[in-house]
C-alpha cells in the first residue's frame, strides 16, 4: 500500500482524492466547506472516503487551505506588534504612493494590519553595507515589549532597515523578547524575506506575524484529528512558490501558504509534463469564476518572488498564475453597443440561468448549453440542465445587441475565450515563450469546453485534458515536491569574488533551511539547488538564473554566470547590453525532496458494445451548426481516434472537439486532443 | 476667442478636440463581438509595450518611479489604447508626438518598415525635453495601418543644470532638442545621430540602455498591431475601431450628462519664484448635455520661467482628471475624448509659444488643479479635498570617486485629501502624476550616499473636518559624502485646500541642517551639501471635508489615540468631542 491523501479546501466546497499508487485505484469526494473551523469538514471529507485502516497505513496527508488568505480577507488574524528601526514606524501606512485604481479619484488604501499605536520604533541602525550606524538600545526593547503586552498583541514583527545586510540587531530583539517571556510568535524581516525595499518587506513580515495564530492553531487542530484516526504519515502544505513543506515549517512560515490554492493544479500538470515528455505547458484552469493560467518550462512552473494579496505586497516565491474574471459563471451584458462578459460572476448562487437556482442573467455556461456544447445537459443524479433557460437569456442580450439568440451565445463564447487567450499571450510574451511551441493543459470545470477553441485562437498544436480534469486541482495536492527555499539580498559585483561571497551566503541559507527541524527527511533526500537573481548594473529589475551547482556551490565561472544572464535577458526582453557590468543582487537557495509518484491512474474502461449518440451543435471552426457524436470519456479508448466534431461526458467536465480536431486515448490516462490538418506538430 | 496658433495633430489642437472620425463607413464588416475582441487585443498590445520597458530600463526614473508611457494610434493618429499603468499625465499625448514625427520626416509616405523616429523636443511631445518619444510604423501587406509609441524620462539631456533646471529662460537652456528625426531607417541606425545624442548627455549609458528598452517595446507593439490586422483583414479592423471609439464615447457621454448643464468656475493655485506670492489661476468648466468645454483663456501670459505647459500636456493632464470622474476607467481611446473640448489663449502659461522654457512644468500643472475645484460643488460625493504636495522632489547629484557623473531623485506625496465618505488613507500623487512610486530608501541607499534618518508622520498636519486629510509625513536625509542636491517642492505657500468646511492642510517645507545652521529651501538649484548635512522635507497633509463640528466623536479620540493628531488641537478644533471640559 502507498497512499495519499489530497484535501483542497475552498471557498464552496472541500475536495478530497486518495490515489494508491501501486493499484492506481483513485477515489474523490465532496463536502460543504466549514469556514469557521475548516478542520471539521477536511476531518468529515477523509472518514467518507477512506476508511480506518487505509488512513492508519496512509504515507501522506497534503493539502492546500486558504486558512491564512481567509485571515488576511476578513481581518481575523492576530493582533500584532511592530518593532522597527527608530525613525521608521510608519512605512507600513505611507506606502508607496500608488493606487490600485490608476483613475481612482476616491480611491483609499486598505487599512494597515498593525494600528500606528502598536508600532514601536527602536533605536538602532545598520549601513546599507551591514555596518552598524548605531548600536541597538536594548532597553527600548523591552519598553516596547511592555507598551506591547498592555495592547495583548499576539505576535511581534520585527523590522529594521538593511537587515538583509546584517541580521544581529533583529537576531538580538528576538533573544531579548525571548528572555523577557515573550511566548507569542516572532517574526524577523531577514528570516522572512531577507530582500530589500523596507515597504514591501515590511508588509510581508506583518502579514507573516498576522497569520501565524490563526493558521498555526488550525494546522495544530488538523493534526491532531488526523492523529487521533492514528494516521502516522507525513502531514503537507502547498507553498504559494510550488511544492509542499510540513505542517511544521508552515507553522513558521505561514505567509508561504496564503496562494496555495492555483498553485496545485500547476503541480499536476508538472507531473504530467513529466510523464508525458512535453518541455513546456500552458495552463489553462477555468472554473466558475476566473480563468488562471500559468507556465511550465523544462517541467518548472515560472515563479515570480513579490505578488500581491487584497492590496498588501508580499515578497515570496510566487507560482506566476495569472486570473482574469471569466469562468463558467461570468455574466455576459450589452453596454454601449458592445457585448462585454465579466468580470461579474452568477457564482454558485444563483449560478447560470441553466442551473435553474433562480438565475436569469446569460453566463458562458448559459452559452455552450445553447449551442450545444454540454450535448444534453445530463449532470450525475439524474439532474437535467434547464436549456430553456439559458435560450431565454440569450435571447435577451441578442436583443439588446441586434443579434439572435445564437450570435449572441457564439459571441459570449468567442469574447471569453480571447480574454483568455490575451492572459496566455501575456504569460508566455513576458516570459519570451511562443504559444506555439507549447502544449496546453485544460481542466477545471470548463477548461475542456474551451481546449480547441484557444488552440485555434493561439495555434497550438496538442491539447492535454488530464483524468478527473474537473477535480484535477486536487489531484495536483498528490504529484507536489516537497520544497523548501530562503533568500538573502546582497549587492556584489558578477566576478569571481563576488561569486565565492555569494556561495559562501548559500551556504549559509541552505544551512538555515537543514535548521528549520522538521524536513521530512527520513522518507525522501533533499537536493540543493541555488540560484542567484542577476541584473546590468544600474537595472532594478533582476533576473533569476540557475547555474550549474554541485550540490550547494554554484561551479560556474563569474564569465560562465554572466553568459547565461546575458542570454536569458535577450531571451526574456529581446535585448542584452554586452559588455554592461553585472551584479549579484539576491542569492537564493533551495531544497527539494521529490515525492514522485510511482503509477498514474488508470483510465476508466468499458467493455463490449458502445453506442454513440449524435447532438446538434455549433462548430467554431466552419461557422455553423452540425452534428457532433457524444461519448462517454470511458469510451475513447475503444478506438485509436476519434475524429470531431465530438463531445466527450464524464462526471466533473465536457469536453468540446471541435471539427478539425481528433482526440485519442494517451499515457497516463488523459485525451490528447489534435489537429487533423496534417500539420501535427510535436512540442 | 483669439485665433489660435494651429498645432497640427489628430487631436485638433485648435480646439484641442478628440481626432474626428475618418469619414470610413461605420460599423461595416464589424459587429459588437469582432470589436469587443479588438478592443481586448489592443488594450494587451500596450500593455505588453509597458511591461516590456518597465522590465528592462537602466533608470529607475523610469522602472521605479513609472515616468513612461506606451501607446498604439491608427494610421489616422487616433489613440487606439494606451497602457492601463500609464501615468494619467500623458493620457493621449503621444498623438501628438507622433505628428511631428510625421511632419518632420516626409509624412506617412516617406515611412519604412523598421524606421524609429525620435523627438524630444518639448513643443512635440507636451512636457521637457527630457522626454524622449519614440516611434515605429506598422504595416500590413505594404499598408501603413499605425503606429507604436512611448516616451520615457531620461535623467540627463545636457540641459544646463544636472536634472532640472528652475531657471531656464529658453528651451535651448534645457537640453539637447530632436526635432523628430529618423533614428534608424528600415532597421538601420544612423549611428552619427545616436552618438551625437549620447554625446550630449552627462549619462550617455542610461541613454543607450533606455533607449534599447524603448526599441524592444515600440517593435511588440507594431509587430502585434500588424499581427492583429492581418488576423481580422484592414476593413474589417477599421470598422470595429469605430465601433470601439463609439462605446468609449458613449461612456464618456453618459458621465458628462449626469453633470447638469452649467459654467463651473475653479481656481487653481500655482506657485512660482518662491519670492513670489502664488498666482490663483482661473478657469471654467462648461458642460453642456454631453458635452464639456474647459475654458483656459484666462490663464497668465507665458512665464519667463520653466514652469509653462506646452498644449500637448494639457490637454493630457485635463483628459487625465475627467477620466479620473469616471473611476476605474478602462483602459483609454480616442472615444472618450470626444466630448472634450479645451480651450487655451496662446501666449499664456497653458499655451506657450516656442522657445519659452519648460523644463520644471510640473509646477505649472498644480495649476490646472482648478479643474477639479469648479466641480467640487456640483459633484459633491465624487471630488475630494486636496492632496497634500501633488509631487516633491529631490535630486541628489555628484562625482564618484571615479569621476563619472551620478544623480538620484526621490519623488514624495503629500497626504490624500479627504474623502467624502472617509479621512484620507495614505500619501498620494494628484492624478495626472498617478501611478507613480516613492522612492524605497534602502534601494536608494544600495546606490546613493545618503542615510534615511527617517520617515515619519506629522500629527496636526492634515486639514480637520468631518473627514480629516491623512497627514504629511517629514523625511531626512543625511548625507555621507559631498554632493549636490536640488529641491523643488510645491504648495509651500498656500495649503491644501478643504471642501464643504474642511480645514486646509499644512503647507510643504524643505531645509538644510549643517551643526546649527538651518536654510529654508523650496526651490534650489544645486546646493553643495556636505558629509553630516541633513536635507529635511516636512511633506504637507491633505485637506479636510465637511464641517469639523460634525465629525465623530470616537474619531476624533481614536486620532488622539494613534497620534495622528495631538490632544491640545483636538480640543480646540473638535470641542464638541470633550464634553466634560465645555
Known sequence: MSIRIGVDVGGTFTDVIVFDDVTGELKVAKSRSTPARPEAAVLDVVDQVIDPAGLASADFFLHATTAGLNALLQRSGGVVGLLTTDGFRDVLELRRGTRDDLYGLLWGAPEPLVRRRRRIGVPERVMVDGTVDRALDEDSVRRALEILRAESVDSIAVVYINSHANAAHELCTEAILRDAGFSGGISLSHLVTGIYGEYERTSTTVVDAFVRPVLSDYLQRLAEGLRARRFSGGCLVTRSGAGAMTFAEAEARPFETLMSGPVAGVAGAQQLCRELGYSRAITADVGGTSFDTSLVVGGEPRVKYEGKVVGLPLQTPWVDVRSIGAGGGSIARAEAGLLRVGPRSAGAMPGPACYGRGGSEPTVTDAAAVLGMLAFGELAGGLQLDFAASRQALAGLGERLGLDTDQAARGVLTIAGAAMAGAIRSITIEAGEDPREAVLVAYGGAGPLFGTLLARELDIGTIVVPVAAGNFSAWGLLCADMIQSAARTAILPLDDAGLDAANQLLGGLFRTIAERGDQGADRAELSPAPSLDLRYVGQEHTLTVHPSADGERIILSAPEVGTLFAAEHERTFGHRHDGAPVEIVSVRATARASLALKSAPAPPVIDGEYETRTIDAYSFTLGRRLSFSVIDRAAVGLRPWWDGPLIVLEETTTTYVDHGFRVSQGASGVLLIKPTDGTERLP | ?582
Open chain 2, 1 to 582: 476667442m483669439t485665433a489660435i496658433e494651429f498645432v497640427a495633430c489628430a487631436t485638433d489642437y485648435a480646439s484641442h478636440r478628440a481626432a474626428p472620425g475618418t469619414g470610413e463607413p461605420p460599423c461595416r464588416g464589424s459587429d459588437p463581438v469582432t470589436a469587443e475582441v479588438i478592443r481586448n487585443a489592443l488594450i494587451s498590445i500596450s500593455d505588453q509595450m509597458q511591461i516590456a520597458i518597465q522590465r528592462t530600463a537602466l533608470s529607475p526614473v523610469i522602472y521605479d518611479l513609472n515616468d513612461c508611457c506606451c501607446a498604439i494610434y491608427d494610421r489616422n493618429l487616433r489613440l487606439l489604447a494606451q497602457a492601463s499603468d500609464g501615468l494619467p499625465c500623458f493620457a493621449g499625448v503621444l498623438g501628438a508626438a507622433v505628428q511631428a514625427c510625421l511632419d518632420n520626416c516626409g509624412g506617412p509616405e516617406a515611412l519604412e518598415p523598421g524606421d524609429l523616429l525620435l523627438t524630444t523636443h518639448s513643443y512635440h511631445q507636451g512636457s521637457h525635453l527630457n522626454d524622449a518619444a519614440l516611434v515605429t510604423p506598422a504595416f500590413f501587406e505594404g499598408q501603413l495601418v499605425g503606429y507604436a509609441c512611448s516616451k520615457c524620462h531620461m535623467l540627463d539631456v545636457g540641459q544646463k543644470d544636472p536634472v532640472v533646471s528652475l531657471d531656464s529662460v529658453d528651451l535651448f537652456q534645457e537640453g539637447l532638442i530632436v526635432p523628430g528625426v529618423k533614428l534608424y531607417r528600415a532597421g538601420v541606425r544612423n549611428d552619427d545621430l545616436y552618438r551625437t545624442i549620447l554625446a550630449n548627455s552627462r549619462l550617455p549609458g542610461l541613454i543607450a540602455g533606455d533607449l534599447g528598452s524603448m526599441i524592444g517595446a515600440i517593435k511588440i507593439g507594431a509587430q502585434s498591431l500588424e499581427r492583429l490586422v492581418g488576423r481580422y483583414g484592414i476593413e474589417r479592423f477599421r470598422s470595429s475601431v469605430e465601433l470601439v471609439f463609439g462605446h468609449s464615447e458613449a461612456v464618456m457621454r453618459s458621465l458628462i450628462s449626469s453633470i447638469p448643464d452649467g459654467r463651473y468656475v475653479g481656481t487653481g493655485v500655482f506657485e512660482g519664484r518662491p519670492a513670489e506670492e502664488p498666482t490663483a489661476i482661473e478657469l471654467a468648466v462648461e458642460v453642456t448635455g454631453s458635452t464639456m468645454v474647459v475654458d483656459l483663456t484666462a490663464a497668465p501670459d507665458q512665464l519667463p520661467f520653466p514652469e509653462n505647459l506646452p498644449v500637448p500636456n494639457v490637454v493630457s493632464a485635463v483628459r487625465g482628471w475627467l477620466l479620473s470622474l469616471i473611476g476605474s476607467a478602462e483602459t483609454i481611446n480616442e472615444g472618450y475624448f470626444a466630448p472634450l473640448e479645451i480651450r487655451t489663449r496662446p501666449g499664456s502659461m497653458f499655451h506657450p509659444l516656442p522657445p519659452a522654457p519648460v523644463s520644471s512644468y510640473i509646477f505649472g500643472l498644480s495649476g490646472l488643479e482648478g479643474f477639479l475645484r469648479a466641480l467640487s460643488g456640483v459633484l459633491a460625493d465624487r471630488i475630494p479635498a486636496q492632496l497634500g504636495g501633488d509631487t516633491e522632489d529631490v535630486a541628489f547629484f555628484g562625482l564618484s570617486d571615479e569621476g563619472s557623473f551620478w544623480a538620484t531623485v526621490v519623488v514624495m506625496f503629500g497626504g490624500q485629501g479627504a474623502l467624502p465618505d472617509r479621512d484620507g488613507t495614505c500619501p498620494l500623487p494628484f492624478i495626472p502624476w498617478s501611478g507613480m512610486r516613492m522612492n524605497s530608501c534602502e534601494i536608494m541607499e544600495a546606490r546613493t550616499p545618503v542615510l534615511v534618518e527617517g520617515c515619519e508622520l506629522r500629527p496636526d498636519s492634515a486639514g480637520i473636518g468631518k473627514f480629516r486629510g491623512y497627514p504629511g509625513f517629514t523625511m531626512r536625509y543625511r548625507v555621507l559624502r559631498p554632493m549636490s542636491a536640488t529641491m523643488f517642492l510645491d504648495r509651500t505657500k498656500a495649503g491644501a485646500y478643504g471642501l464643504h468646511g474642511g480645514g486646509c492642510g499644512v503647507v510643504n517645507a524643505g531645509r538644510i541642517i549643517r551643526g546649527d545652521q538651518v536654510q529654508e529651501h523650496t526651490k534650489s538649484m544645486m546646493v553643495p551639501v556636505t558629509q553630516g548635512d541633513v536635507i529635511e522635507l516636512r511633506l504637507g497633509g491633505g485637506g479636510g471635508y465637511g464641517h469639523p463640528a460634525e465629525r465623530d466623536p470616537a474619531a476624533v479620540h481614536a486620532d488622539i489615540r494613534e497620534g495622528y493628531v495631538t490632544e491640545e488641537s483636538a480640543r480646540r478644533d473638535y470641542p464638541h468631542a470633550f464634553p466634560a471640559s465645555r
